[in-house]
């Protein structure tokens, strides 16, 4: 079993930077593969960034390549995700994911999740 808590979300303007956080406990973070996803209201939920098993891979969608990073502290257990330059339309509650497996873009594959956090980025 995997627990994910996730922190960090809030309210910003465009522009902005905020740093959301994952912290994993009951399995080792290099030893499952992390990924987040979001969803907006009225939208299905979409893939974000991925780091792969001890972190050697990222993956991230093209809406959010370069301006996202996510990374990972094992000595905390934790993934992070460093949102710069937001949009307003990155508003929506984000969620971490992991999976024993190879991390990949899709939801249905992954075993555990988090509550999410909310994100709203006002223009």
């Known amino acids: 079993q995997v627990q994910l808590v996730e922190s960090g979300g809030g309210l910003v303007q465009a522009g902005d930077s905020l740093r959301l956080s994952c912290a994993a406990s009951?399995?080792?973070?290099?030893?499952?593969?992390v990924s987040w996803f979001r969803q907006a209201p009225g939208k299905e939920r979409e893939f974000v960034a991925s780091r792969s098993r001890g972190g050697g891979t990222t993956v991230y969608a093209d809406s959010v390549k370069g301006r996202f990073t996510i990374s990972g502290d094992i000595t905390k257990n934790t993934v992070y995700l460093q949102m710069n330059s937001l949009k307003p339309e990155d508003t929506a509650v984000y969620y971490c994911?992991?999976?024993?497996?190879?991390?990949?873009?899709?939801?249905?594959?992954?075993?555990?999740w988090g509550q999410g956090t909310q994100v709203t980025v006002s223009s």
């Open positions: 994911a992991a999976r024993s497996g190879i991390a990949t873009m899709q939801a249905h594959n992954y075993d555990y």
């Open positions: 009951g399995r080792a973070l290099d030893s499952i593969g």
